[in-house]
Each structure stands twice: as C-alpha cells, then as structure tokens.
C-alpha cells in the first residue's frame, strides 16, 4: 500500500521533533528505505514508532552517535513487523492483560480502564494484513479502542496533564509543525499517547 503525502510529512516531522530541529529526510538513502518499507506494505505508524524507540535508546547513550539515517532504524521496523506478526499467531485467545501488572496504582486497579486495555490488545492481535479488504476498517477499531483507552488513563492524571500538554507543544513547534494542521494532529496524538502511557507504565509495545 503506497505511502500519502500526509504520511511522508508525518515521518520528516516525527524525524525532525526527535533530532530536535535537525534536517529532515533529504539524502537519496534516506529515500530509498521509505521506497523499501513501503514495499514491504510496513505502515507508517509501525515506522514511526520504530523510530521513537531509535531515538529512545539513543537518547540513554553516553556518547550517542552524531550522524543518524533512517537506515539505522531498519532493525527497530524489523523487530516491530516480528511483533505484530506474533500478535496475529497469536490470535484473539492471546493473553490480553499482559503487562497490565506493571502499570502504576491507582490505574492499575480501575476495572474499566483495564477492560479497554484488554480489547485493544486482542483487537491488535486479530489485525489483518495490510493487504486484506477488511485492513482498513479494522484499523480504525484497533485505533479507536486505543484512544479510548488512553482517554481513561488521561482523565486519572488529573492537573499533572497540563505541564505534559505545554512541554509537547513547544517541541511541536520547535520541529517546525504547523499547529491545528494534519501532521500536527497526528504528531500529536502519537506522542501525547506516549507520555500518558510513561507516566502510568502502560505497555504500548511499539503500537
């Protein structure tokens, strides 16, 4: 399935938020390994996510390398593309609350906030490939189940939102996003998702 525009700004804007302003995906390389993952039908959230978790490590580094290409982050989409995968093997009888004991108090113990944890995770393991007819459609429940359930953790964080709310804005835009506009929207859901999630512990696993 072809990349969008929309999607290949959202990954020079994901690149550009982690390196902190740095170029975006100009080099004839970096060209070539969006071309071979979307050859392989590898989504752009899967993509995105692997770069975060790139840029994660990196980040605990004492000397992290200077020069970064997206070729470098090509073992972090294989990992992610291994894990989906198993997910499916697994199939819905798949043990939907795993993980959920590492997730910080009072969370940990809200009945429904694990119950939406726990569809999410078998919706995820009951994803068909990007090339079935029914991919798109399921897609959107495995988001929408996502959202709902990082909607529950966000309520239970009460006034401490508000400081993660300022500091992703201001990285937003010091990655040169537009505010309101598409990627904008996508950045954001994707990387607010990520730090409700750290700050309960909740196990996304590269989703």
Same mark, same amino acid.
């Given at each position: 399935?072809?990349?969008?525009?929309?999607?290949?700004?959202?990954?020079?804007?994901?690149?550009?938020?982690? !390196?902190?302003?740095?170029?975006?995906?100009?080099?004839?390389?970096?060209?070539?390994?969006? *071309?071979?993952?979307? $050859?392989?039908?590898?989504?752009?959230?899967?993509?995105? !996510?692997?770069?975060?978790?790139?840029?994660?490590?990196?980040?605990?580094?004492?000397? @992290?390398?200077?020069?970064?290409?997206?070729?470098?982050?090509?073992?972090?989409?294989?990992?992610?593309?291994?894990?989906?995968?198993?997910?499916?093997?697994?199939? @819905?009888?798949?043990?939907? +609350?795993?993980?959920?004991?590492?997730?910080? !108090?009072?969370?940990?113990?809200?009945?429904?906030?694990?119950?939406?944890?726990?569809?999410?995770?078998?919706?995820?393991?009951?994803? @068909?490939?990007?090339?079935?007819? %029914?991919?798109?459609?399921?897609?959107?429940?495995?988001?929408?189940?996502?959202?709902?359930?990082?909607?529950? $953790?966000?309520?239970?964080? +009460?006034?401490?939102?508000?400081?993660?709310?300022?500091? /992703?804005?201001?990285? /937003?835009?010091?990655?040169?996003?537009?505010? +309101? +506009? /598409?990627?904008?929207?996508? !950045?954001?859901?994707?990387?607010?998702?990520?730090?409700?999630?750290?700050?309960?512990? *909740?196990? /996304?696993? %590269?989703?």
């Amino acid at each position: 399935m072809p990349y969008s525009r929309e999607e290949k700004d959202w990954l020079e804007r994901e690149w550009a938020f982690r !390196a902190w302003g740095r170029a975006g995906l100009l080099s004839t390389e970096d060209y070539r390994q969006v *071309l071979t993952w979307e $050859a392989g039908s590898v989504p752009m959230d899967l993509v995105v !996510a692997a770069l975060n978790v790139f840029f994660d490590r990196r980040e605990k580094r004492e000397k @992290p390398r200077t020069f970064v290409a997206l070729k470098h982050i090509d073992r972090d989409v294989a990992k992610a593309m291994k894990l989906r995968e198993s997910m499916l093997r697994a199939g @819905p009888e798949m043990d939907a +609350g795993k993980g959920w004991d590492q997730v910080k !108090a009072p969370l940990r113990e809200d009945p429904a906030a694990r119950a939406a944890f726990e569809a999410w995770q078998r919706l995820r393991a009951s994803s @068909p490939s990007p090339e079935a007819a %029914g991919y798109l459609a399921h897609h959107d429940q495995e988001r929408e189940a996502r959202a709902e359930m990082l909607e529950r $953790a966000e309520a239970a964080l +009460g006034p401490a939102a508000e400081p993660l709310r300022a500091e /992703l804005r201001q990285r /937003l835009l010091a990655a040169d996003m537009k505010e +309101g +506009g /598409l990627v904008w929207k996508r !950045a954001w859901n994707h990387h607010w998702g990520r730090l409700v999630a750290a700050a309960w512990a *909740l196990p /996304l696993e %590269g989703a």
